[in-house]
């Protein structure tokens, strides 16, 4: 069978805090060789697991704890839940051989002989369920092969009654199995064994916690331009002006004027008295042949009105002169005829 799919892309089944146990059993576990556990290991309403060493668990231990119930009740609510999907497409039991793309299947009893592919089509988030009515079985080396992106975390496989995986399977998915789960020497499995009533035995395997694939490519949701959130011009923050801080004039202390101590005008006193000396450029004596004219000093009694005899007596005093000099030269001429 290739190519064979349910009309519509499933769900994922959620576990809740059963997705923390690589094995969890109603009754007991039970091991034999140095089997690995990736995850947890779980019992209720039993409370032994035996064989741990030699096996190792790399998660924790709960044995009818309160861990361990809440496990067990998510466990059965994610069995319902895979129990009860539709649509779905019926298979045959023999899915050795066959290709599946995502979507439900239902089985009666499932038998693995040799290959199953699981075809994820470019989706990581793809999603095959197996609803199975009473047992899985798998034959010694058989495999379950993704390819084109599936993930083994989105694979579940709910089984009436019990599982068994054959010695050397390599198996992938989760098993909600309403009994027990038996894994046979060497088989390993990429996933769960959850066993809601029954035991869990183990011999030499290895339990991995199932990866989750993520998008290989660019997600679509990416913006494909300019954020409109950002800002389109300058932040309102940054200030638009020069800083109130700092002076604008000149500093107030440097002096605004002429210095007050320089005189602002002419010297208000006159020199009393008049020059001692003679102008250098005038003669420095009386003509030898003359005498000198005296000068009668008059008082001046009056105020302003004094002030109309200076050229009276200026008159006076030249008529005296010239009367002088007359009868200078008169005297003269009379000595040089005698």
């Known amino acids: 069978m290739s190519g064979t799919g349910a009309s519509a892309q499933p769900a994922p089944v959620g576990l809740g805090t059963a997705a923390n146990f690589s094995v969890l059993a109603g009754s007991t576990v039970t091991n034999t060789g140095p089997s690995f556990l990736a995850q947890d290991l779980g019992v209720h309403p039993g409370n032994t697991a035996t064989g741990f060493p030699p096996g190792t668990v790399a998660g924790e231990i709960h044995l009818a704890d309160a861990v361990a119930l809440q496990a067990k009740n998510d466990l059965t609510t994610a069995y319902n839940d895979a129990a009860g999907r539709t649509p779905f497409t019926n298979l045959p039991a023999e899915l050795g051989g066959s290709t599946l793309i995502p979507g439900v299947y239902r089985i009666g009893a499932a038998q693995l002989t040799g290959t199953l592919t699981l075809n994820g089509q470019g989706d990581p988030a793809a999603v095959f369920i197996f609803q199975i009515d009473s047992t899985l079985t798998t034959a ?34 989760n098993i909600l199995a309403q009994a027990s ?59 638009t002006g020069t800083p109130t801080g700092t002076p604008t004039g000149t500093p107030t202390g440097t002096p605004t004027g002429t210095p007050t101590g320089t005189p602002t005008g002419t010297p208000t006193g006159t020199p009393t008295g008049t020059p001692t000396g003679t102008p250098t450029g005038q003669p420095t004596g009386t003509p030898t042949g003359f005498p000198t004219p005296t000068r009668t000093q008059l008082p001046v009694t009056g105020g302003s009105g004094g002030s109309a005899l200076i050229p009276v007596l200026a008159g006076i005093g030249s008529v005296a002169v010239a009367s002088g000099a007359a009868l200078l030269i008169a005297y003269r001429r009379r000595a040089s005829e005698s």
């Open 140 to 173: 010694s080396n058989s495999r379950v092969l993704f390819i084109n992106g599936a993930s083994p975390c989105n694979v579940y496989w709910q089984v009436g009654s019990s599982a068994t995986i054959g010695t050397g399977t390599q198996f992938v998915g």
């Open 181 to 239: 789960i038996t894994m046979n020497t060497g088989a390993t499995l990429q996933g769960r064994a959850l066993a809601r009533t029954g035991a869990v035995t183990l011999d030499n395997n290895t339990i991995n916690a199932p990866l989750c694939l993520q998008p290989t490519g660019t997600p679509t949701t990416t913006p494909t331009g300019t954020p409109t959130g950002q800002p389109t011009g300058t932040p309102t923050g940054t200030p």
